[in-house]
Each structure stands twice: as structure tokens, then as C-alpha cells.
């Protein structure tokens, strides 16, 4: 695919499905070139490729497991010759586990949950920071990078919440990113790059079943104030608040995407 420098470039972790997709589909519709990340469901992030480019967009899909550090420079590489300067990143991927108090967690469980949820967003938002600073993009890089950029990190409510007696793990892997995002934000706002994260609450997606509790939504919804889930699509439209123009004062942000709860 020849890059388009009309079309800033937004590279999206964990893509495929969910929050990502959604957000994938919306920055398409708003003039960006995709890349769409997957670390095992290819059909999905090929399909949603598709879907975009079908409908005049610029989409790839790109395999790589963001907790294998030389996949992740495989996956910004491709990026770089396939679709041009990164401008944007929403690091998303992340995995949960079978909800259990912390007193049956083994290491490999753990091991799996910052792997893919902590080290993965700091190696990505490390190939961004390289290309769109100010310092050192185009040094690093060439002609078109350098030129600043954003990143919104996607967390989660159970952050504050804790999570308790299911996923104290998860819970805790998003303090990282929230902290993660309150130091990156400060060491690179001089260099035309804002880092900012959303905190999904419960959001209808398919991560639930993935931790055993298809049906958590709904069983969590009488503790909501807003007395509902969210949507996916919901979570995209903050995501690309922050990514926009619209946001340019807005670095360092903790977004709260959760209903009231």
C-alpha cells in the first residue's frame, strides 16, 4: 500500500475486536490511515482492514505480539513502509484471565498479564516516542517524522476500583498504565507529543467471556448510576477526542469512560 501524506497515520494494539475496532473504524472515518495490530485473530483485523478500505479508506493489518519486543519493532517498521509517519497511537491490547482472588495467582499468570498489558505499552509508546519527537524523529527516521504526535493508552476503571475477588491483576496492570501515562506525559510534552489514557468502566465486549463472566455487563449493571454498559463505540469517541486537535491543551489526562461508576 503506497502511503498517503493527506492521511495522518494511527496505529492501533490489539485491533481487532472490541474497543480497538471501534476505535480503528471511527479514525478511518475521520481521514486517518489505520493500522490495525493483532496478536492471534487475523481473520478479524483483515476483515475490519477490509471493511475500511472498502468504503474509500486506508487500513492495513499487521500481526504482532506487543510483549515480544522484536515484534513490536517488526510492527512499527511495517508501519513505516507501508503507511508513512506515525502520527497517533493507542496502545489497547491487553488481555484479562479468568476472574480469582490473588491468593491462587501463579507467576506464569502474572508473568502473561504485565507482559502483554504493561511491557507492551511501554515498548510501543517507546517506537512512538522515537518517531514523532521533536528532537529526534526526523533525525532518527527521515523527512516526515519529527513532526509531534499523540498517544492515548487505553486503561481501565478497575485501576481505582481494585477489582477484588476477580482480577486484582488486571486491576493493578492499569495503575501501571495510569502512571505510566502521568510520566511519559511530563518527560515528552516539550516534544510535541501528548500522552493522555482513557478508563473504560463496563463496557460490552467480548474481554468478559474471556475471563469467564460473559454475562458480567448485565450483572453489573444495578451498581452503574447511568444503569447501563457502555459501548465500545463510546470508549472510540474519547479515544479520538484526545488523538484530535480538539485536545491540543490536553496532556497527562486520566478519562474516565465508566457510566459514574
Keep these: 500500500m503506497t502511503p498517503s501524506p493527506a492521511r495522518p497515520v494511527l496505529l492501533v494494539t490489539g485491533g481487532g475486536r472490541g474497543i480497538g475496532a471501534a476505535t480503528a473504524r471511527l479514525a478511518a472515518q475521520r481521514g486517518y490511515a489505520v ?3 493483532y496478536a492471534h485473530q487475523a481473520a478479524a483485523a483483515e476483515r475490519l482492514a477490509a471493511d475500511i478500505q472498502a468504503q474509500g ?6 500481526q504482532a505480539d506487543v510483549s515480544d519486543e522484536a515484534q513490536v519493532v517488526r510492527l512499527f517498521t511495517t508501519v513505516d513502509a507501508q503507511l508513512g509517519p506515525l502520527r497517533a497511537l493507542v496502545n489497547n491490547a491487553g ?5 480469582t482472588r490473588v491468593d491462587n495467582m ?3 499468570r502474572l508473568q502473561r498479564m504485565f507482559s502483554v498489558n504493561v511491557i507492551g505499552s511501554f515498548l510501543c509508546a517507546r517506537e ?3 518517531r514523532m519527537g521533536t528532537r529526534q524523529g526526523e533525525r532518527n527516521f527521515g523527512p516526515g517524522y519529527g513532526q509531534g504526535g499523540a498517544i492515548v493508552n487505553v486503561s481501565s476503571a478497575a485501576s481505582r476500583l481494585g477489582s477484588p475477588g476477580q482480577y486484582v491483576d488486571y486491576a493493578a496492570s492499569k495503575g501501571a498504565i495510569d502512571t505510566m501515562t502521568i510520566g511519559l506525559a511530563k518527560e515528552v510534552a516539550d516534544e510535541g507529543i501528548r500522552v493522555n489514557a482513557v ?3 463496563v463496557i460490552d465486549t467480548e ?5 469467564g463472566l460473559p454475562d458480567r455487563v448485565r450483572d453489573l449493571t444495578a451498581g452503574i448510576p447511568m444503569q447501563r454498559g457502555g459501548t465500545a463505540e463510546e470508549v472510540a469517541q474519547a479515544i479520538l477526542w484526545l488523538l484530535s486537535p480538539e485536545a491540543s491543551y490536553t496532556t497527562m489526562a486520566l478519562v474516565d469512560v465508566a457510566g459514574g461508576r
Design 199 to 201: 478508563r473504560p468502566g
Design 106 to 108: 501463579d507467576a506464569a
Design 57 to 62: 479508506g486506508q487500513a492495513i493489518a499487521v
Design 95 to 99: 488481555v484479562v484471565d479468568v476472574t
Design 207 to 211: 474481554i468478559h467471556a474471556s475471563g
Design 128 to 130: 512512538a516516542v522515537r
Design 35 to 37: 493500522a490495525i495490530n
